[in-house]
């Protein structure tokens, strides 16, 4: 049982899923690490039912505001079959990966799923995850009949809880290609040993919005992973699309997923192995010019705190690419971080068009896809978000 501390209650009023070790007065028995708590007020009201994470800053993290609700196999059976049946829509056969659970905003703390047609791969990065472990695989096959769960429990996170990081087949058997189709182009995942669970999902609309912009474009596309935004814009038209990533795993396999799309013409992909901060500065000095950018880049600022020396980050990529924009170009510029709100995006990507002396508009602006959306009682659920710029004629 966690007693907070007089008016500490607010936010969990509020359905804000996290108690920090700050709010809580006492901590009375509260077993081992991802034990089922009752968090009452001062005064000794219920007002949660929680995981205990006893390394972690974030002590606890909420399973029910429902003081009848148990947390036991039933309750993982119910709310993953809530987050899969809210995914329903976004499967089809032109679409065979989806993130089918995202933590805080489908009631699971801690807990991502992400479905590559029959493989799903789960990360666990929280206590009280890790404690309900085979409950959640168990519901998952129980939801959807997937041929394997394939576990991904690697996130630097887990650190933080006191985890250890665990990666292997927790049902069934894993496929020895993982592959999946979005928006009818074929994917292979590496979900063993590729970033994330293995593909960017969150970009899924992203990629669909440059592909509808790509036709008779040049295209930049910087931070390029596996190749999800060069397949999306040879896919819409573009006459030639540079691809700039530092991993050479990542670049091989984005090789690979080209080939797998006979029907995509190949000898417009070139892939280049480099930092993009010094690619880019190449291109400039070469004088090279493009009609569409993209830039996506790993996450610069995971917190706040970080968020100063990011926005530098940012500022430098954003210039250089309006800088190799054509008059009337085009820049899907895009931050993963949890540090940098929207706003903050376009007040870094207005002051490198102002020292680029570049005029510049906002004409759409970009988020995670529907697979994974924000509680609006959790806003720090909400990580991605992008600018698309278009330069002056
Ligand atoms: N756009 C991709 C996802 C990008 S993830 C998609 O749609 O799938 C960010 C990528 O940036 C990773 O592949 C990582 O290898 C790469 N990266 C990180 N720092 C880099 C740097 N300084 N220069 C080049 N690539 C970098």
């Known amino acids: 049982m966690l007693r907070l501390k007089p008016g500490r209650e607010k936010s969990l009023r509020h359905r804000h899923p996290w108690i920090f070790s700050g709010a809580i007065a006492t901590a009375d028995a509260p077993g081992e690490s991802g034990a089922t708590v009752d968090v009452l007020t001062a005064d000794g009201a219920f007002v949660a039912r929680a995981a205990y994470s006893p390394s ?23 709310r993953v079959a809530l987050a899969v049946a809210a995914r329903a829509s976004m499967v089809d056969a032109q679409h065979t990966g989806c993130r089918l659970i995202h933590g805080e905003a489908d009631g699971l703390p801690g807990v991502v799923a992400d479905r590559y047609a029959d493989t799903i791969v789960l990360q666990l990065s929280s206590a009280g995850a890790e404690r309900w472990g085979d409950a959640i695989v168990a519901a998952l096959v129980e939801a959807t009949g997937t041929a394997c769960v394939f576990e991904r429990s690697d996130a630097e996170v887990r650190k933080l ?140 600022a995971p917190t706040a705190a970080h968020a100063e020396r990011a926005a530098r980050a940012y500022k430098d990529i954003n210039l250089l690419a309006l800088k190799l924009l054509r008059p009337g170009g085009l820049l899907a510029t895009f931050s993963c971080s949890g540090g940098i709100d929207a706003e903050l995006l376009r007040k870094i990507v207005a002051g490198a068009a102002l020292d680029a002396g570049i005029d510049a508009s906002v004409i759409g602006r970009y988020g995670a896809g529907a697979d994974h959306p924000v509680a609006l009682a959790f806003p720090e659920g909400e990580y991605l978000k992008g600018l698309l710029i278009r330069r002056a004629s």
């Open 56 to 78: 972690s800053q974030i002590r606890a993290r909420v399973w029910t505001f429902d003081a009848r609700e148990s947390v036991d196999s039933g309750f993982f059976l119910r």
């Open 161 to 300: 809880e006191g985890l250890p990081s665990r990666i292997g087949v927790r049902h069934g058997a894993l496929p020895e290609v993982v592959r999946f189709v979005e928006a009818g182009i074929a994917y292979r995942a590496d979900v063993v040993a590729g970033q994330k669970t293995g593909f960017y999902l969150d970009q899924r609309a992203n990629r669909d919005a440059v592909r509808a912009l790509a036709a008779g474009r040049e295209v930049l596309n910087a931070f390029c992973y596996t190749g999800g935004f060069a397949l999306a814009a040879l896919a819409g038209g573009a006459t030639r699309v540079v691809s700039i990533d530092s991993s050479g795993d990542a670049l091989a396999l984005a090789r690979e997923n080209l080939a797998l799309n006979p029907g995509l013409p190949a000898d417009r992909a070139t892939w280049c192995e480099a930092d993009v901060f010094a690619e880019l500065r190449k291109l400039r000095d070469r004088g090279a010019g493009f009609d569409l950018a993209v830039l996506d880049p790993p996450k610069f």
